[in-house]
């Protein structure tokens, strides 16, 4: 690494939380009940709309599997599911041992999310390491207009922790996340939340399996104490 990293954002979904897994749960529910010839979701298709608003998402999904359905039903109808589900999510592996010990060497850490700030609450009810730690600095969809890969969402966390892009580290688990991280002049760790997301011809700083994997020396963080687990 040429530059200082002084400040750490994070994505949320398939990257501190083991989410995707439920929204694919859910969108798979909406294809089994609503097309007149369901079935399996694939690859090509979550390569389409993960990591993009719930509003591409559900377009992606009503037109690749003919659902009798306006937008804004399916996104209601994909709501109400996902929040019976959200709390059941888990931390991915690796994710809080990185969180809390950036926290804990105070750089300054944030999240930036497609989510609404409302599923946020839902998805963080057994969570509270993350609202201890980046609580403030919690950036969701509600607060941007143009979502990933436009890097609005990363330039506003920047923003929120007072340091220059070119500065900052991000952590991403989808290819739009990864590009909007790029567009927006920043470091980029590639953490692919399943084959669909993982592209070699992304210029990522690293793209490894999982956080597990990280070496925060590689980027000018202090390293792990050697007895941490």
């Known amino acids: 690494m040429s530059l200082e990293i002084k400040a750490v954002i994070f994505d949320v979904d398939g990257l ?5 897994s439920l929204y694919l749960q859910v969108d798979q529910s909406l294809v089994n009940d609503y097309s007149k010839e369901p079935r399996k979701i694939t690859s090509r298709e979550r390569k389409l709309y993960v ?3 719930q509003q591409h998402s559900m377009k992606v ?3 690749e599997f003919g659902l009798p359905l306006t937008i804004e039903e399916a996104i209601e109808i994909r709501a109400e599911r996902l929040q019976k589900v959200f ?3 888990k931390e991915m592996p690796g994710a809080r041992k990185l969180v809390e010990h950036l926290f804990k060497n105070k750089i300054p850490i944030a999240t930036a999310t497609s989510s609404s700030r409302r599923d946020m609450e839902i998805k963080l009810q ?3 390491w993350i609202y201890d730690s980046m609580g403030k600095n919690m950036v969701c969809g509600d607060d941007i207009t143009n979502h990933k890969p436009n890097p609005e969402i990363f330039l506003l ?3 929120k922790l007072n340091i220059d892009p070119q500065y900052c580290l991000v952590f991403e ?7 909007a991280g790029i567009n927006a002049g920043m470091n980029t760790i590639h953490v692919p939340s399943g084959e669909d997301q993982r592209d070699t011809s992304l210029k990522s700083s690293e793209m490894i399996d999982s956080i597990e994997d990280f070496v925060p020396e590689k980027y ?10």
């Open 16 to 20: 501190l939380l083991d989410t995707e």
């Open 51 to 53: 990591g993009t608003t």
């Open 61 to 63: 999904i009503i037109e």
């Open 87 to 89: 709390p059941t999510c």
């Open 126 to 128: 057994n969570h509270q």
């Open 157 to 159: 966390a920047a923003s």
């Open 173 to 179: 688990d989808s290819i739009n996340g990864i590009k």
């Open 220 to 229: 000018t963080l202090l390293p792990y104490e050697k007895n941490l687990n």
